[in-house]
């Protein structure tokens, strides 16, 4: 099944014209059926780390951070033998706020949140660092680390979910994506009720390139 | 798919209020012209790209209008429009990056509205539904289906000035292609996925 979809994704990078006129990169070569083992750097380009909580009981209020970083040690192979370490500045809150048009109240919204809430001054880094991974499926499995928020540190888990594998056209490295959801109490990390709901969801889309 | 499979979740987590409560709070809405909130609101879409991930972007301007009737979900009307040149992605070193998909992809300058006009709305459960409508995008017209989420409540909300307020969740699955949307079918999927949050409050 996997080896299907890369041949197909390797298919269409090849037939791909836009790429072609992307400054005639080199045809991609197929896919391998598996990425190869080692370090991967994060391509930020084509990553985002979203965050919902429910606000007032009536909507999953929706914003991201735009500051993150994420070392990946992949091995494919044996993937429970593969560690992630996640960093995240807290002071990149980004809601939108400032681009949405006829509010009467303009205001800085991503320094009220990254300032009360993430009191990003006293702590500006928010880290995951993998500890264990469970494969669940094929293409599935739960990342348990530790999360350092606020200043405390306890174990949470992710669903993770392996997208695909594909050399970069451009560069020819290889590369890797996936997606992970999770969530959290944020009373576990000693954030006060609120306006919002204790359960905080996460969903991290990543690409990485092979170092 | 997955967020499919977390609605029943996000129905569980949002019972701070218990299901009762949440019933009253439903049947105790005066039917009529909601508006939305904006500052709560988020319109997100997401595509695979190269089969390696899935990128996730943003609409920051639209707007939306909700006839809404509580007591009779099925008899509802949403309506919504969306500025195709506000789409913010963040990229993080090239800065003409959100016009390039707003104004040369989604030729948001040529079509400077994308149009949301319910035709139907099928309740699926005691919170759930699914909302059909007509989406107008890039002048082609074709319906596109929303599997919404009704949050919660609250009469006469403080945080609205006293307004009665409502919130829902919604999702939906569109293929851009239907829309003539084809460049970079190479690496940019043709299915693309909608992800709504919104709070609406009474007005008039």
Known sequence: MRKVLFAAAAASLLAGPALAQQGGAPAAPAAPAQA???????DTAHTSATWKVLHRGLSWYTARFTGISIDLDFNPADVTKSKVTATIDAKSVETDYAKTSGLPTPKDFNAEIANQFLKAADHPKITFVSKSVAKTGDKTGKMTGDLTFLGVTKPVTLDVTYVG???????????????????????DFGMGAGPVGDEAKIEINAEFTQK | MRVIALAPLLLLASCSLTGKQTEQALQSLPSGAYQLEKPHASLLFRVKHMGLSNYTARFTDFDATLDFDP???AASHVKAVINPLSVHAEHPTDKDWDRRIGEDLMEGKEYPQIVFDSKKVEVTGDYTGKVTGDLTFMGVTEPVTLDVTFNGAANGAALYQGRDAVGFSAHGTLTRSDFGLTRYGSIVADEVEIILEVEFTRRG
């Open chain 1, 165 to 187: 594998n594909a050399p970069d056209p451009r560069t020819q490295k290889h590369k890797v994506g996936f997606s992970a959801v999770g969530s959290f109490k944020r009373s």
């Open chain 2, 71 to 73: 007591k009779n979900p």
């Open chain 1, 36 to 42: 190869p083992a080692g370090a991967y750097v994060l």
